[in-house]
């Protein structure tokens, strides 16, 4: 078992920045891919980003590029999400989820999930 708890959402106006934080405990951190997903009232929970295990693969949505970083830190047993320049359309729960190996961008192949962090953006 893998646990996730992420940290660092907030209320945070048009054009800045948030640093969401999630950290793994349980089982050999670097033997898993992690990804951010997120999920808006009403809609469907989507990809966001997700790092391969060593960091050296990233991979984002469309709609972040240019925004938004994934990192890990493989002796702190933590995948980081530094969000920049957000848009009210950010506004969602955010979700980190871990697989063990390979990176992926659907959900569904994720085994382990947090308990998500809610980001707010202002106009």
């Known amino acids: 078992q893998v646990q996730l708890a992420e940290s660092g959402g907030g209320l945070v106006q048009a054009g800045g920045s948030l640093r969401l934080s999630c950290a793994a405990s349980?089982?050999?951190?670097?033997?898993?891919?992690m990804g951010w997903f997120r999920q808006a009232p009403g809609k469907e929970r989507e990809f966001v980003a997700a790092i391969s295990l060593s960091g050296t693969i990233r991979d984002y949505a469309d709609s972040v590029v240019g925004r938004f970083t994934i990192s890990r830190d493989n002796a702190k047993n933590t995948v980081y999400l530094q969000m920049n320049s957000l848009k009210p359309e950010d506004t969602a729960v955010y979700y980190c989820a871990a697989r063990a190996y390979n990176w992926s961008r659907y959900s569904s192949q994720y085994n382990y999930w947090g308990q998500g962090t809610q980001v707010t953006v202002s106009s």
């Open positions: 349980g089982r050999t951190f670097s033997n898993y891919a």
